[in-house]
T-cell receptor, first 114, second 115 residues
């Protein structure tokens, strides 16, 4: 059990650029979640995958955001035409078994928009 | 709709003193409740969970929490604080949806431990 891995750990980009983050969940975890955390706040749910199917998306996830989990293993989160308000920590979590089982979080990707 | 309220954004205790971090929840269905801890520039680590079994839940690092339905509370306690407990603590309530568990977090409580 190597834990949830997220890359990169930090990303600095100019406003208007596209960015992509990667999440590798714990092996055999079938559920994968993305959250966003801004300074001084708790994480907010963005989207959820069960295997390769994206089953729920938050209204926070605007059209500029897209997430994929093509083979039911790793996932990517892409933000197009980044804006200042996208600056945040993006957290990935995974879980296995019954849906009420706790989620295991990665260390996150911190995005800074210049 | 679900929500979590954490009273006290900052709590300061002396080393060896009791730690009490407050969490109240609102849920339209029987809740799944969690406490997570976050150290600077890291993700969240699970401390403990309540999933409708025993109301007193024991977690890692000596922490425990008691589910009180009548008070809609799930306060986190530790009998004796240690310097290494200094971190941010988040209470979360889970909503089962589409086969998953969407967590709603409180705004967090920063715990400071003083000598």
């Amino acid at each position: 059990d190597t834990g949830v891995s997220q890359n990169p750990r930090h990303k600095i980009t100019k406003r208007g650029q596209n960015v992509t983050f990667r999440c590798d969940p714990i092996s055999e975890h079938n559920r994968l979640y993305w959250y966003r955390q801004t300074l001084g706040q708790g994480p907010e749910f963005l989207t959820y995958f069960q295997n390769e199917a994206q089953l729920e998306k938050s209204r926070l996830l605007s059209d500029r955001f897209s997430a994929e989990r093509p083979k039911g293993s790793f996932s990517t989160l892409e933000i197009q035409r980044t804006e200042q308000g996208d600056s945040a920590m993006y957290l990935c979590a995974s879980s296995f078994g019954q849906s009420n089982q706790p989620q295991h979080f990665g260390d996150g990707t911190r995005l800074s928009i210049l | 709709a679900q929500s979590v309220t954490q009273l006290g954004s900052h709590v300061s205790v002396s080393e060896g003193a009791l730690v009490l971090l407050r969490c109240n929840y609102s849920s339209s269905v029987p809740p799944y409740l969690f406490w997570y801890v976050q150290y600077p520039n890291q993700g969240l680590q699970l401390l403990l969970k309540y999933t409708s079994a025993a109301t007193l839940v024991k977690g890692i690092n000596g922490f425990e929490a008691e589910f009180k339905k009548s008070e809609t509370s799930f306060h986190l306690t530790k009998p004796s604080a240690h310097m290494s407990d200094a971190a941010e603590y988040f209470c979360a309530v889970g909503l089962l949806t589409g086969g998953g568990n969407k967590l709603t977090f409180g705004t967090g409580t920063q715990l400071k431990v003083e000598l």
